[in-house]
């Protein structure tokens, strides 16, 4: 499965994004989906997961209560909804697909495929 992200921009603190990804070659509800991000200097982190059907996600505890994740299995697309962005936030954000049926791996150890990154920047 190819994996693209975008949505990704410049916001000030308090406001939104949207962030999508777009999935190719395979259907997504064959994958458990996932976001991630990597901050200048730190290391990847996991940011929000969804199961394979949609029933279930999981967020890191940053983004609990900001962050939405959801897929569009009609067009096979999965999306972050980020709000009340802070400036912590500021990161290269990837979309993550494994065939894993529980818990992605926090560190991102082991996904089966990534997408390039969409940049997020979040102004004081």
């Known amino acids: 499965v190819q994996l693209q992200a975008s949505g990704g921009g410049l916001v000030q603190a308090g406001g939104s994004l949207r962030l999508s990804c777009a999935a190719s070659g395979r259907t997504i509800s064959s994958y458990t989906m996932g976001w991630f991000r990597q901050a200048p200097g730190k290391e990847r982190e996991f940011v929000a997961q969804i199961s394979r059907s949609g029933s279930s996600t999981a967020y890191a505890d940053s983004g609990k209560g900001r962050f939405a994740v959801s897929r569009d299995s009609a067009n096979n697309t999965v999306c972050l909804q980020m709000n009340s962005l802070k400036p912590e936030d500021t990161a290269v954000y990837y979309c993550?697909?494994?065939?894993?049926?529980?818990?992605?791996?926090?560190?991102?150890?082991?996904?089966?495929?990534w997408g390039k990154g969409t940049l997020v920047t979040v102004s004081s």
């Open positions: 993550a697909a494994d065939r894993t049926y529980g818990s992605l791996n926090r560190r991102g150890i082991g996904i089966d495929y």
